[in-house]
């Protein structure tokens, strides 16, 4: 991921934490620390066996064993459901409380294979837990035990515990359809107020990092297969060489975005594979582009953008003699938070003793973004980065566990204030 250039965003009176309570955060933070070597243990057997996108048995299997061993202390109740395809879903319920809260951690891995140096790392080739899903799973797992078994904690909410499937790739084998779409659909946003995530990410280790508004981009792909005569290489103006129209139109995008949408709107439109030719005496007659597209367009823009997109390089295939057929994937739309639960979150970790910064935009993706379409909430960022770790996505990504607590605490606060 880019690097994320960030400013402090402080609040403009002390007035502004007089609505969040008389909370002990002391005693909240003494709860998530107690859970540190659980959830580094529940983390490193999970990562140890990564499960790709609609894959996710064996987590889940894991996570529902574990929630089975849960007691629940006197007059809460624990419900675990077993008609959603999405993920697994568990409804904790608290007496007197009105509203529903909606925490949400996500489970698959990536087809990647893992730096051979971590000393906990993949047991399965070709698969890594490269963005963190594992901690993610295992941290709301840890904030789960608390706040259904701890008498100490009360959760002022009831809560709505979902471990989803199919975070990453969306557009791809086996199902096409993201995990946060696939809930959505099967109706997991019922009766339900706000919605909460929380994602590690490889920047400055323990603190949280969200934005009001738009956060995420929305992340679609576009392939783009040519088809043209080919030919002898020593008589090019006797064929059309696919090869060339792919690099014509490379071109032509490249300040295609400039023009089309000004120089102030986020966008990354980048090639990302070109495969074409078989030998060096032969013009190929195919070739097969794909493209990243990332933008924070909202979706009548977004869908304009597409279209615009496409006539762009069918002119080009036109002016040059060849087809061209385009399959535009789209990606998690753009994730935005509600502005108002965005500052009262980050009022509330300020005030529980938390770093809390609000960064620029970011084209990644993520599939939250369903969520909030539906409901107000936020999603926010824990920072995990230690040295040695590479940037998610890649072979030696590797967050810091000693501030996997911390993402008990931020599920622990939001449950007696969110």
């Not at 202390?73 to 007197?96: C, I, M, S």
């Not at 070739?287 to 869908?303: F, I, K, P």
């Not at 399959?327 to 509330?348: M, Q, S, T, W």
Request: include cysteine; charged fraction near 20%.
């Amino acid at each position: 991921m880019a690097p994320i250039k960030s400013f402090l965003f402080f609040c403009a009176s002390l007035l502004c934490f007089s609505s969040l309570g008389a909370t002990d955060y002391a005693m909240l933070e003494a709860k998530a620390l107690s859970q540190q070597d659980y959830v580094k243990k529940i983390r490193s057997i999970i990562h140890r066996n990564p499960e790709l996108r609609w894959e996710e048995t064996a987590t889940i299997a894991l996570l529902q064993e574990e929630i089975a061993q849960i007691q629940p202390t006197a007059g809460r109740k624990l419900t675990v459901f077993d008609y959603y395809t999405g993920g697994l879903v568990v409804d904790l319920e608290t007496p007197q409380a009105q509203e529903w809260l909606f925490f949400r951690a996500d489970l698959d891995a990536l087809p990647l294979e893992e730096d051979p140096s971590h000393e906990v790392r993949s047991e399965v080739p070709g698969k890594m837990h490269a963005c963190a899903h594992d901690a993610h799973t295992a941290m709301l797992l840890g904030a789960l035990q608390i706040l259904a078994t701890d008498p100490d904690v009360t959760p002022m909410h009831n809560i709505r515990f979902v471990w989803q499937r199919a975070e990453e790739n969306p557009g791809s084998a086996p199902i096409a359809q993201a995990g946060g779409a696939r809930l959505v659909e099967e109706g997991v946003l019922e009766g339900v107020d706000r919605v909460y995530g929380l994602h590690i990410w490889e920047t400055d280790a323990g603190v949280f990092l969200s934005r009001s508004g738009g956060l995420l981009g929305n992340s679609d792909r576009m392939k783009v297969l040519i088809s043209s005569s080919g030919g002898h290489v020593s008589e090019p103006h006797r064929g059309i060489n696919a090869l060339r129209v792919a690099q014509d139109i490379q071109f032509s995008l490249r300040d295609f975005a400039l023009k089309t949408l000004g120089p102030v709107e986020p966008i990354a439109l980048e090639p990302a594979i070109l495969q074409s030719g078989s030998a060096s005496n032969i013009m190929p007659a195919n070739a097969e582009l794909w493209y990243a597209v990332r933008t924070t367009l909202a979706q009548d823009a977004r869908e304009q953008f597409r279209q615009n997109l496409e006539d762009e390089i069918q002119e080009i295939a036109r002016r040059s003699g060849a087809s061209v057929q385009i399959d535009y994937i789209y990606g998690h739309p753009a994730l935005i938070n509600d502005v108002k639960n965005f500052e009262h979150i980050f009022h509330l970790l300020q005030a529980a003793g938390q770093p809390a910064v609000q960064i620029d935009p970011v084209l990644a993706g993520e599939d939250f973004a369903y969520y909030l379409q539906k409901r107000p909430g936020s999603f926010w960022i824990l920072g995990g980065f230690q040295e040695g770790s590479g940037v998610a996505h890649s072979p030696r990504f590797n967050p810091d566990p000693n501030i996997f607590w911390k993402g008990v605490y931020y599920w622990l606060l939001l449950s007696s204030e969110g």
